[in-house]
């Protein structure tokens, strides 16, 4: 399947036979499935959007897939990136504009988990490097469960270049580094603001660290010195979503 990527599992295809369609070539439904209710909804929106719908053996799904596929997979185009000008352009009559910036973070279970907490936050985009992180294949689209159509996502050549164009466009930047004085619940984020992730090897990385504006930490007892990556973003989004809850009220 050239120029194609299998997509299983319920909920990341009907995510994308929801909000991106157009990806999906095919859908491959297992025989002698049960079909519940999300499936019938799944192959009933397929019908209307005049999706092709193969039904093939069980060991044809376990062949095509790399985990649990519950009986349904699609051939799909892969993710489009949005361009990284368009999306600072999407962002010029926004306040409060919130970012997430991966810095070599490898896992594609980590990054599915952060594109999912992301999409719950409701992120305005997520920026990766193209060297040195993972793609978006097929493990982190099960692993964002569908959530890749909800958050726009953009690959950069250079992330420190990347990260001065957001301070021109009024972002600060505030990079999740362990062993920081400032704990990340002492920081105000009523502003636009990009927050940076160390991958799973190194944290971020010196040249990022000296490019942010300001450094955050979680605190950590019985001498541990990080979280997972993902949950580490998950902790600091939802303080994020937190605050701008409260002042609101």
């Not at 596929?69 to 010029?92: C, N, T």
């Amino acid at each position: 399947m050239t120029n194609s990527e299998i997509i299983y599992g319920k909920n990341p295809v009907e995510a994308l036979v929801d909000m991106n369609r157009r990806r999906i070539n095919k859908i491959f439904i297992a025989k002698g499935i049960k079909y519940d209710e999300k499936i019938k909804k799944i192959l009933k929106r397929a019908r209307e959007y005049k999706v092709n719908i193969q039904e093939v053996p069980r060991e044809k799904l376990d062949s095509l897939t790399k985990g649990v596929h519950q009986g349904i997979a699609a051939s799909v185009s892969p993710v489009e990136f949005m361009d990284f000008k368009d999306l600072l352009k999407s962002l010029e009559h926004k306040t409060n504009s919130l970012l997430i910036i991966l810095d070599k973070v490898e896992d594609p279970h980590n990054f599915g988990s952060i594109i999912r907490s992301c999409a719950a936050a409701g992120v305005d985009g997520i920026i990766i490097a193209k060297r040195g992180s993972s793609p978006v294949t097929s493990t982190v689209e099960k692993a964002s469960s569908g959530t890749t159509e909800f958050v726009p996502i953009t690959q950069v050549s250079n992330l420190a270049s990347a990260i001065n164009k957001l301070k021109e466009h009024n972002f600060w930047i505030i990079g999740a580094e362990s062993k920081q004085k400032k704990y990340y619940f002492e920081q105000d984020y009523d502003m636009n603001c990009a927050i940076v992730m160390g991958g799973e090897s190194q944290g971020v990385s010196v040249l990022a660290q000296k490019k942010c504006d300001i450094l955050v930490s979680i605190p950590m007892e019985n001498k541990i010195n990080s979280l997972n990556v993902a949950n580490a973003a998950s902790i600091l989004l939802y303080e994020i979503v937190r605050q701008r809850i409260l002042k609101k009220k």
